[in-house]
């Protein structure tokens, strides 16, 4: 079965640390370009990151690059999210996705986890 | 960064009603443009692809039209399944891919 399976969510306060886990299974991970995208509660979807297959090229959104950390491990099948300097507006359910090709389609994603950020 | 516009933002129609949203990107995005579905509490589902594709799987009431900076995803014949907020996505340029702010629909 092919599937993405995010963990990590938790409650943090502002400034805190958390890193988000996606593993793959069921397809070829090392082949795929892959993404994080988050939705804060109520609201729309908000691109954040963005890997290279090999993991050597990275793209950050502006309101989180400096802070977080796109990162994968392709024999483990798994990508990674470091978040730093958490803000309350980061508050939201991540989700990774696969791209189908390397532009920004996204044909699989996960059931996303949920990060509070909260005093 | 490529601003996309949708609307409305949300929609009140019923069964079998033929509905159409729209979509329109701030500069020509040729037909690099997605279309998914959103569920409640569920992840989004990618249904049409560069404009006009159908995803796999995905029923034939479901059609994507469109290029340049204006688009179109409309169902015919809706169905209560297809109760759910659906959103563009542009990749012409990236980074960053851009969303839409969704459309709401709902069952009138």
């Known amino acids: 079965q092919v599937q993405l399976v995010e963990s990590g969510g938790a409650l943090v306060k502002p400034g805190g640390s958390l890193r988000l886990s996606c593993e793959a299974s069921?397809?070829?991970?090392?082949?795929?370009?892959m993404t994080w995208i988050r939705q804060a509660p109520g609201q729309g979807l908000e691109w954040v990151a963005y890997?290279?297959?090999?993991?050597?090229?990275?793209y950050y959104a502006d309101s989180v690059r400096g802070r977080f950390t796109i990162s994968r491990d392709n024999d483990k099948s798994s990508l990674f999210l470091q978040m730093n300097s958490l803000r309350v507006d980061d508050t939201a359910v991540y989700y990774c996705?696969?791209?189908?090709?390397?532009?920004?389609?996204?044909?699989?994603w996960g059931q996303g986890t949920l990060v509070t950020v909260s005093p | 960064d490529i601003q996309m516009t949708q609307s409305p933002s949300s929609l009140s129609a019923s069964v079998g009603d033929t509905v159409t949203i729209t979509c329109q990107a701030s500069?020509?995005?040729?037909?690099?443009l997605n279309w998914f579905q959103q569920k409640p509490g569920k992840a989004p589902k990618l249904l049409v692809y560069?404009?006009?594709n159908l995803e796999t799987g995905v029923p034939s009431r479901f059609s994507g039209g469109g290029s340049g900076t204006d688009f179109s995803l409309t169902i015919s014949s809706l169905q209560p399944e297809d109760i759910a907020t659906y959103y563009c996505?542009?990749?012409?340029?990236?980074?960053?891919?851009?969303f839409g702010g969704g459309t709401k629909l709902e069952l009138k």
């Open positions: 996705a696969r791209d189908i090709g390397t532009t920004g389609n996204f044909d699989l």
């Open positions: 069921g397809l070829t991970f090392r082949a795929y370009f």
């Open positions: 890997i290279s297959s090999s993991g050597t090229t990275m």
């Open positions: 500069q020509d995005i040729s037909v690099n």
């Open positions: 560069h404009a006009s």
């Open positions: 996505q542009q990749y012409e340029n990236l980074p960053p891919v851009t």
